[in-house]
C-alpha cells in the first residue's frame, strides 16, 4: 500500500547490519558475509575495474545478485571500483539471517554510503520496493513514510504508546520474500484509493492511540483491509484462531514477524504452537 500511497508507520529495531571495508594485498574484491554466530554464510571473490566478474563462491546465486547491486552502484558513481585494487568487505548481521529484518534494504543502504550514492536509486535499480526501510536504516527514531508522485516525505515522529508491555513480535519461523509480496499485490490489487485512504487514517490513528483496545482494533481493521485487497486469509484466522489478542502481519504476508498485542503475556501460547521467538516490543525497537 506504501508503494501507492498511504502512509505508514516504520520502526528501526534494535538489530543490525554493518558492513567494514579493509584492503588486502591482493589485487580482487573479497567479500565475506557473517551470521550472528560471526560465522561466514557466503562468500566470493570478484575481480574490479572496467567490468565486475565472479571469480570463485561458495553460493553463485547470491554472487550474481551481489554483482548486480555493486554493478548498478558503479553505473550511478563511475569512479566506485574503476582500478584493480584488493579490499575485503565484511558484512555482519547482529540477528539470524533468516528473520527477515530489512537484510536486503539493510546492504543496499550500506553499499550506497560506502559508493557515495543515494540508496534509493540503488533499491530501484535492484530490489525494488517502497523504500521505507531504506528510511529505517538512515533513521534512529519511529517515522512515517509516504510516496506521492516523484517524492518521499519522511518526518520522524514520536511513538512510545503507554501500553508497549502489551506489544510483542513474533517470529512465524520462515522468512518471506519482499519482491514476491509485492508481486501478489500488483497482481490483485484493484480499486485502491478508498483503501489507501483508510490505511493513512489508520496509521494516523495508531500514532495518536492511548489504549491498547483502541490500538487492537486498528491492527485488526488493518488486516481486514489488506486481505481483502490481496485475497489472502490473515495470520491469526489461518494459524492462531484461538489466541486471545491482536495479530497483525508485517511485509510480506506469509512470513517473517508478526506484531501481537495482548492483555496477557502470550510466550507459552506461541510456544505451545511451535513458535519460540517471541519478542517484547521494547527490546525490539530501537
Same mark, same amino acid.
Given at each position: 500500500?506504501?508503494?501507492?500511497?498511504?502512509?505508514?508507520?516504520?520502526? #528501526?529495531?534494535?538489530?543490525?547490519?554493518?558492513?567494514?571495508?579493509? #584492503?588486502?594485498?591482493?589485487?580482487?574484491?573479497?567479500?565475506?558475509?557473517?551470521?550472528?554466530?560471526?560465522?561466514?554464510?557466503?562468500?566470493?571473490?570478484?575481480?574490479?575495474?572496467?567490468?565486475?566478474?565472479? !571469480?570463485?563462491?561458495?553460493?553463485?546465486?547470491?554472487?550474481?545478485?551481489?554483482?548486480?547491486? =555493486?554493478?548498478?552502484?558503479?553505473? +550511478?558513481?563511475?569512479?566506485?571500483?574503476?582500478?584493480?585494487?584488493?579490499?575485503?568487505?565484511?558484512?555482519?548481521?547482529?540477528?539470524?539471517?533468516?528473520?527477515?529484518?530489512?537484510?536486503?534494504?539493510?546492504?543496499?543502504?550500506?553499499?550506497?554510503?560506502?559508493?557515495?550514492?543515494?540508496?534509493?536509486?540503488?533499491?530501484?535499480?535492484?530490489?525494488?520496493?517502497?523504500?521505507?526501510?531504506?528510511?529505517?536504516?538512515?533513521?534512529?527514531? $519511529? %517515522?512515517?513514510? +509516504? %510516496?506521492?508522485?516523484?517524492?518521499?516525505?519522511?518526518?520522524?515522529?514520536?511513538?512510545? $504508546?503507554?501500553?508497549?508491555?502489551? %506489544?510483542?513480535?513474533?517470529?512465524?519461523? !520462515?522468512?518471506?520474500?519482499?519482491?514476491?509480496?509485492?508481486?501478489?499485490?500488483?497482481?490483485?490489487?484493484?480499486?485502491?484509493?478508498?483503501?489507501?485512504?483508510?490505511?493513512?487514517?489508520?496509521?494516523?490513528?495508531? %500514532?495518536?492511540?492511548?489504549? =491498547?483496545?483502541?490500538?487492537?482494533?486498528?491492527?485488526?481493521?488493518?488486516?481486514?483491509?489488506?486481505?481483502?485487497?490481496?485475497? =489472502?486469509? #490473515?495470520?491469526?484466522?489461518?494459524? *492462531?484462531?484461538?489466541?486471545?489478542?491482536?495479530?497483525?502481519?508485517?511485509?510480506?504476508?506469509?512470513?517473517? *514477524?508478526?506484531?501481537?498485542?495482548?492483555?496477557?503475556? $502470550?510466550?507459552?501460547? *506461541?510456544?505451545?504452537?511451535?513458535?519460540?521467538?517471541?519478542? #517484547?516490543?521494547?527490546?525490539?525497537?530501537?
Amino acid at each position: 500500500m506504501i508503494l501507492d500511497g498511504a502512509l505508514a508507520l516504520a520502526i #528501526p529495531t534494535t538489530y543490525g547490519q554493518s558492513l567494514t571495508v579493509e #584492503p588486502n594485498n591482493q589485487n580482487y574484491l573479497v567479500w565475506k558475509s557473517l551470521d550472528d554466530q560471526g560465522k561466514v554464510w557466503f562468500e566470493a571473490e570478484l575481480t574490479v575495474g572496467d567490468a565486475l566478474t565472479v !571469480k570463485t563462491t561458495n553460493d553463485q546465486a547470491i554472487a550474481e545478485r551481489l554483482l548486480q547491486i =555493486l554493478t548498478a552502484a558503479k553505473n +550511478q558513481n563511475t569512479e566506485f571500483l574503476t582500478e584493480d585494487m584488493g579490499i575485503t568487505i565484511s558484512t555482519k548481521n547482529d540477528f539470524p539471517k533468516n528473520w527477515g529484518l530489512g537484510t536486503s534494504s539493510t546492504l543496499i543502504n550500506n553499499v550506497a554510503q560506502w559508493a557515495s550514492i543515494d540508496a534509493y536509486t540503488l533499491l530501484k535499480a535492484t530490489f525494488g520496493g517502497s523504500g521505507y526501510d531504506i528510511a529505517c536504516a538512515k533513521h534512529n527514531a $519511529p %517515522l512515517t513514510y +509516504q %510516496l506521492e508522485a516523484q517524492d518521499r516525505t519522511i518526518i520522524e515522529r514520536t511513538f512510545n $504508546p503507554e501500553f508497549h508491555n502489551h %506489544l510483542y513480535f513474533v517470529f512465524l519461523n !520462515k522468512k518471506q520474500n519482499s519482491r514476491d509480496g509485492i508481486a501478489a499485490y500488483e497482481n490483485q490489487k484493484n480499486n485502491i484509493s478508498k483503501a489507501i485512504s483508510e490505511i493513512t487514517n489508520i496509521t494516523n490513528a495508531m %500514532l495518536s492511540c492511548t489504549t =491498547l483496545e483502541t490500538f487492537q482494533f486498528l491492527m485488526d481493521s488493518h488486516e481486514t483491509i489488506i486481505a481483502n485487497i490481496i485475497k =489472502l486469509q #490473515p495470520v491469526k484466522e489461518r494459524l *492462531f484462531k484461538d489466541f486471545n489478542g491482536s495479530i497483525k502481519s508485517l511485509g510480506a504476508w506469509g512470513g517473517d *514477524f508478526v506484531l501481537v498485542a495482548s492483555k496477557a503475556q $502470550p510466550e507459552s501460547y *506461541f510456544k505451545h504452537k511451535g513458535y519460540h521467538t517471541i519478542i #517484547p516490543y521494547t527490546e525490539m525497537v530501537l
